[in-house]
Structure formats: C-alpha cells, structure tokens
C-alpha cells in the first residue's frame, strides 16, 4: 500500500513539475518539486533504499526530457544517498534544519546537473549556478516547507512512522 | 566470493551507489537518439494502460458519432424500402402480366481482408471467408462503391480474391446510360481500359460502366467504373475509352462476395431489415 501511494505521490508530483511549476516561476527560478518528494521520502531511510528511490525518480522526471537521459537519475541519485546519509540521524527536527537539508540538496542536485548539461564548461556552471540556482533553491526551500508542514498535519495513519509519507 | 561479500556486505551502500551511478553515466554516454529511442520505449510502457483508457474512451466516441450517423441513415433508408416495396410489388404484377421468366437478386457474405499479395502485377489478397461459409472458386468480389474481383482459390475459412487490376482478367462491361457493351481491361493503379467499342458508339466521359452478365464470369450490374477520357484514334477503328475504377482497389478492407441469387417474391432481407429497425425504435423510446 505505502508502494502504491508513493508511485501516485511520485506521478502527481511529476505531472505538476511539467504542468505547473514553470508557472510560479518567479525570475526564471522555479521549486524542484520532485527534490522536495525525494527529502520527504528518504528522510527517514536507509542510505541504499534512498539511492534507488532517488535514481528511480531522477529517470522518471529524465523521461519528461530525453536529451539528457540519466542526468538526473545521477544527481538525485546522489542527493537521496547524501540527504540519507547524513541528514536524517544527524540533523534535528525542525523547520530550520529541514529547510537547510532542502537548500543543501537542492544545490548538490544543480552542481551535476549544471555540470552535465555545460559539459563542465566552469564559466556556464558558475554563471547559471548564482543566476539561477540560489534563488531556485531558496524558493524550493520555502516550497519544500509549507509541504513538509502540511503532511505534519495529516492524520497520523497517513503518515509513517518518524514523520516521512 | 571475498569480493562479492566485500561489496554486498560490507559496503552495500557505496556498492548500490556506485552501480546507479555508474548506470547514470552509461545512459549518458549514449547517443542522443538511442536516448530518445528508450526514453519512448519506457514511456510508452509506463503510459500504455493511460493510453489504452484513452483510446477506449476515444473510441466510445468514435462509436457514438458513428451510431448517430447511421441511425440517421436508417432512417432515411427505411422511408426508401417502403417506396422501393410498392415498386418491386407493381415489377412482380408487371412481368407476370407479361409472362416473363422469374429472375433473382443477390446474397451477399461479408467478409474481411486478412491478407495481400506482394506481387506488382498479380494483384490478390485473402479474406477471412472460405468453403466452409459457402464460398466457391468464381463467386463475384464486390465492394460499397463496385465491383473489385472474384474468387480464385478456396481454403476452409478463407478464399483468395484475384482483383480487377490483373492483366488476365478482362470483364464484359455495359455503359448504364447507352447500353454500349465493351470488355474492361486494366492499365495501371486504378485505370483501365474499355476495348472494343467502335467509333460510332455512343460513350461520353463520365458515363457509369456495369457488368453485363455475359460470359456469366461476373453477375449483371454491378458499377464497375467510370469512364474519365474518349479519344478517337486515326490509326484504329475503335475508341480510346479511359476508365476510372468505382473501387480504389489499392485500399480495400471489408468486401461481399455475391454467393447468390434470391428471389424478388423472398422477403427474408426485409423482415432482417424490419426486425432491426423494430429493435432500434424499442431501444429509443
């Protein structure tokens, strides 16, 4: 059953990255929904479940954009074994902290994928990721918040045991 | 096995990470349209029971639409039978008072294309009716519009239909307005040619053609084509008769192969005709 919700979560989440995102994008900077799906999911797992479950959302947003297949099932594989790694055992449970791991992933997740998409050409890197980056990540940040916020006030046996969905 | 204990055991994590990623940059490596290529396989496997639900309801409206299309033909062809029934009533009266022979109509067995001939010049293909729904070598193939061929070959439950377009099939043909009687021979794609029709014969573009029912190859008729160029040729004594056929015979897929006769005085097509009719009135109240 929490197989199931996941894959509708993960396929609502990836509808509305394509449909409705790019229309709240403010400057050209827009939330990553599907970083904020893989914080939620793997917060609280082991590092191995969340490598896949971060490869595996990676390829289906890459499905949505096929010329770059791979990117970023690379770098949200990489995010979900960081954020599992060091962020749920360590970091306390707070919107500050949480908000920091979101902001952190979220530029982790950008430094590869600006890097493969420039061909790791340093100069693009460098300008995308202070003309972009920061301001997506910070919008994803507040984005990421309101929703980890909202699934704290869900019913409890809609939520797994320590806090994730 | 220290090496697979040394991966799978003591360092799971690194190992899951190293093979995903090491997937991700194989995915990357590849060219741009093997990218794609899988990207669209594997989308069109994710989405294949969101398309089949779309096609189904895409269909359902297709099938409405067509319902109503049809309904409105019934209609139209049910007002059409009765004035039809009075003409067939007084034709009966008619040709007793004259004493004429008794003649017939025909049957017709739907039947469907399974298959095609790849040959350029020997133009066939298969349906999905053969000797066992009582199909038999020579029967005329006709389609919604005319005439597309006759059966060649008959197997247990599917038959191979030679079509018009072959060279050794010429059909005795009689033009619908002047009653001119040619032989119908193919050219190329859906041309053929009238022969035999002498520089005095009355035939004008854009005359029907039937099948005369002589030589009994072929039933009296059926529309066979119509005639698109008259030329008059100095060097010969007959006419340069072009003509286009009813039925694009390049694209056929549902065909009637005449399997019969049946009596004018046989109601049996009107009662079919009538009970269906009664049924769809049932249905709309």
């Not at chain 2, 022969?195 to 005369?212: A, H, P, Q, W």
């Amino acid at each position: 059953m929490y197989f199931v919700r996941t894959l509708i979560a993960a396929c609502v989440v990836f509808v509305l990255q394509l449909t409705v995102v790019h229309r709240i994008a403010v400057g050209g900077a827009s939330p990553d929904m599907m970083l904020i799906l893989l914080v939620v999911l793997v917060l609280d797992r082991k590092p191995v479940a969340a490598v896949i479950i971060g490869f595996l959302l990676g390829y289906l947003q890459d499905l949505g954009n096929a010329s770059f297949l791979g990117m970023n099932a690379l770098a949200k594989s990489l995010v979900g074994y960081c954020i599992a790694r060091f962020g749920g055992d360590y970091l306390p449970d707070n919107v500050i902290f949480r908000g920091v791991l979101i902001f952190s992933a979220c530029l982790i997740n950008d430094l590869v994928v600006l890097n493969i998409s420039s061909s790791f050409n340093p100069f693009d890197v460098l300008t995308s990721f202070f003309r972009y980056s920061l301001i997506s990540a910070l919008y994803t940040v507040v984005v990421g918040i309101l929703i980890l916020k909202l699934l704290h006030l869900l019913p409890r046996r809609m939520v797994r045991q320590g806090g994730s969905y | 096995m220290q090496i697979l204990s040394f991966l799978f055991e003591k360092h799971l994590e690194k190992t899951v990470l190293a093979v995903v990623m090491a997937l991700s940059v194989f995915m990357l490596t590849r060219s741009e349209e093997s990218q794609l290529n899988s990207a669209r396989a594997v989308s069109s496997f994710l989405l294949y029971p969101v398309d089949k639900v779309e096609e189904y309801f895409n269909s359902l409206e297709e099938l409405r639409e067509e319902n109503r299309e049809l309904r409105e033909i019934a209609v139209s062809l049910y007002q059409e039978q009765e004035r039809m029934n009075q003409f067939r009533s007084e034709r009966i009266r008619l040709r007793r008072l004259l004493e004429m022979r008794e003649d017939s109509f025909f049957e017709f067995n739907a039947c469907e294309v399974i298959s095609r001939s790849s040959n350029r010049f020997h133009h066939s293909l298969t349906v999905d009716k053969g000797g066992a729904e009582g199909i038999r070598v020579g029967m005329a193939v006709v389609g919604y519009r005319g005439l597309a061929g006759r059966v060649t070959q008959v197997f247990p439950h599917s038959s191979r239909v030679m079509l018009l377009n072959n060279k050794s099939i010429s059909v005795s043909c009689q033009d619908k307005r002047s009653r001119v009687i040619g032989i119908l021979n193919w050219e190329r794609g859906n041309l053929f040619r009238l022969d035999f029709i002498g520089r005095e014969e009355d035939v004008l573009v854009g005359d029907t053609l039937l099948t005369s029912g002589l030589g009994r190859i072929f039933p009296q008729g059926f529309p066979v084509g119509t005639v698109f160029r008259v030329a008059e040729d100095r060097a010969e004594l007959s006419l340069n008769v072009g003509v286009l056929s009813m039925m694009d015979l390049g694209i056929l897929e549902e065909l009637f192969i005449v399997t019969g006769g049946r009596d004018w005085d046989s109601d049996a097509v009107f009662e079919q005709l009538e009970a269906i009719m009664s049924k769809d009135s049932i249905r709309g109240m």
